[in-house]
């Protein structure tokens, strides 16, 4: 019986290099949490605006630091504690909810700002500038160093409808200004 001899082995072909999808990315930071329904006393720590390629959407985002729970109320060392920071987002561009959530940017900034009607509010910003630029936008208000960082602003956040998915709820916030003489950083934006 005849041997069979084995066919040489064609040579591998050096694998194909790759540009891996993670090259050049950075780790994600925690994200920080929305606040739990509750009354609170936030400080500004920080706005901006954001954009989704994802979703074609743009958003206006709120980091605040909890200065205390109000009302009475202690805060639940298992929901948050003092000095625990959160995030509001709201999708103001792109959604069906943009116009509403536009509206609730509106009354975060105003309270914020020291503002307590839509009145006294549109005398300071008629055109909504003002809201732009604690977001980044440049314009005379952003040259004018007018901002809402630092300051205190109170809150009632309630429970909205639970998420598509039941693992959370959407939240409803009512703001409340800070009196002037209960701010310790800022006295009401643009006021002399």
């Not at 005398?123 to 977001?135: L, Q, R, V």
């Amino acid at each position: 019986m005849a041997v069979i001899k084995k066919f040489p082995k064609k040579p591998a072909k050096p694998p194909v290099k790759r540009k891996s999808m993670y090259e050049g990315v950075e780790s994600a930071e925690p994200k920080d949490p929305m606040p739990h329904a509750g009354l609170y006393r936030f400080r500004v720590l920080n706005v901006e605006a954001g954009y989704n390629q994802g979703k074609n959407t743009t958003s206006h985002k709120v980091t605040l630091e909890i200065v205390a729970g109000l009302g009475g109320e202690e805060l639940d060392s298992a929901e948050h504690s003092v000095g625990d920071t959160v995030l509001i987002p709201w999708v103001v561009d792109g959604a069906k909810s943009a116009p509403y959530n536009r509206q609730r940017v509106k009354a975060f900034t105003m309270n914020a700002a020291g503002y307590e009607t839509d009145a006294e509010y549109n005398e300071f910003d008629p055109a909504g500038e003002f809201i732009d630029s604690t977001a980044g936008v440049s314009n005379d208000y952003s040259e004018a160093e007018l901002t809402i960082i630092g300051r205190l602003v109170d809150c009632q956040v309630m429970r909205g409808k639970p998420t598509a998915d039941g693992k959370d709820y959407f939240r409803e916030y009512a703001w409340f200004v800070v009196p002037d003489e209960d701010q310790d950083v800022l006295n009401k934006v643009g006021s002399e």
